[in-house]
């Protein structure tokens, strides 16, 4: 193999698995964020014709796909300019007879939505077609019902993804259902992808998600990040999707020692992508954090020193280079399920900066249990629809800080296209050239930086304007 090969080969490995596989009929799309800088995880989103370019939290706890449009009376700065609806020739405003919830007197059906957290959204419903991710992954549209906000208020304010995907299930599509015809009357983005039988044939998503960004896949999912990639590490677990995404822990363990031993103790449990921390009952946080300063207490103090950091429980480690290694593995068993989910210290600890290292699960006020972002850390976290199960394997989750530039994606297009097999290497330099030129324009709906330095810059710009 020639050098040059071997070249476009390497600059190939970070980009394919987030192309269209039209064989396997999967869709990719990278996610970018990270635990502490953002508390959430997102991706982009392709709307309209000609297509626009935005940027929606990936979030399986909640509904709505929206996101800010020009002319919003309370929207914040975000990473995208808002798009325009009026520039899309295929849009169309959803009515007062598209099963409608909220029927305004302009005839345009209206939403409005309030978060957990206090923050809340308010906009119009349209009708147009959506990609996941950008220009790049060539990933087949779909006409699908999405929101424009007219209003923002608290995070959506301020974040700087901007807007949501939900990926909640719109009723109880269990194998009888018909994915085509939701028991809820409003559909989900999640039922206008499935629908598309022609790109996407398994009722199956997946997230990966690795401490900075990962892979969201929809139809499948994608075992070549797995530890074990024959997929026997994959840990199946009963699940009911009515709503949320509903599963049954039955036991959580530290190490030999167990915290809690019977479902009830848990109450109602879901997986969210869209909560940063994961919360059990109070009875439940209390039980845990006293067992980890007991076990710290006689091991060593786990190599770390106890701190506080405003509310939050921390640890100092005595290494500045090293992980968390001296603290324990913790595991919860679910319902119906012989083997156990392993909960790593460098997943239920947040590595912030100066080498403190913080709880990632916090208590919650009523009897229920929320496995969010803390938990499904270095994990690919597979939603099967149609056997209602939910699956959880350990994964190197591919990492995206920036988005990869033309040179690599064309280099990796030409090994693709065996340009580089067939073409002696000056040819093969004058066809990238070509190609560069002709399809410049396509991705200019691509950033050319992803890096949270350049971020956090023009996130300052803009709420300094």
Known sequence: ???????????????ASTEYDPEAKVESARLYGNLNEYAYYFTDILVGSPKQLTSVIVDTGSHIVGFPCAGCDHCGHHLEPAVNISNSKTAR????????????????????????????????????????????????????????????????????????????PSGDISEGSNPAVPSDKMPTVLDDLFKDRKHVDAR????????????????????????????????????????????FPEVLKLEDSVVALDPDEFGVTIVDTGTTLTYFPEVVYNTLVSDLQSFCAGHA?????????????????????????????????????????DWSPHSYLNHRPDNLWCYGFSHHANTQTILGISWLLHKDAIFDMKQMTFGLAEANCPEYRQVPGLWERFAGRLVKLGFVNRWPSALAVAALAVALAAVAVRFTLRRTSRSEPEMEL?????NLE
């Open 301 to 341: 103090g786990c190599s770390a020193t106890q701190e506080s950091s405003g509310e939050d429980i921390c640890w100092r480690l005595h290494d500045p280079d090293a992980k968390p290694t001296g603290f324990p593995t913790l595991s919860i068993k679910f319902v119906d399920v012989d083997s156990k989910v």
């Open 204 to 247: 199956i998503f997946s997230i990966c998600l690795a401490e900075w960004g990962g892979l969201l896949t929809v139809g499948g999912y994608n075992q070549q990040h797995h530890l074990q990639k024959d997929g026997s590490g994959i840990k199946w677990i009963p699940m009911r999707a009515q709503r949320y995404y509903f599963v």
């Open 458 to 462: 023009l996130y300052r710009e803009q």
């Open 93 to 168: 405003w959803l009515g007062c007879s598209d099963r409608c919830k909220f029927c305004e007197k302009d005839g345009r059906c209206a939403y409005s939505e309030e978060y957990s957290e206090g923050s809340s959204i308010s906009g119009h419903w349209f009708e147009d077609y959506l990609q996941l991710g950008d220009a790049s992954t060539e990933n087949p549209a779909v006409r699908a019902r999405m929101g424009c906000h007219d209003s923002e208020n608290k995070l959506f304010f301020s974040q700087r993804a901007d807007g949501i995907m939900g990926l909640a």
């Open 1 to 15: 193999m020639c050098r040059r090969k071997v070249l476009l080969l390497f600059l190939l490995g970070s980009s």
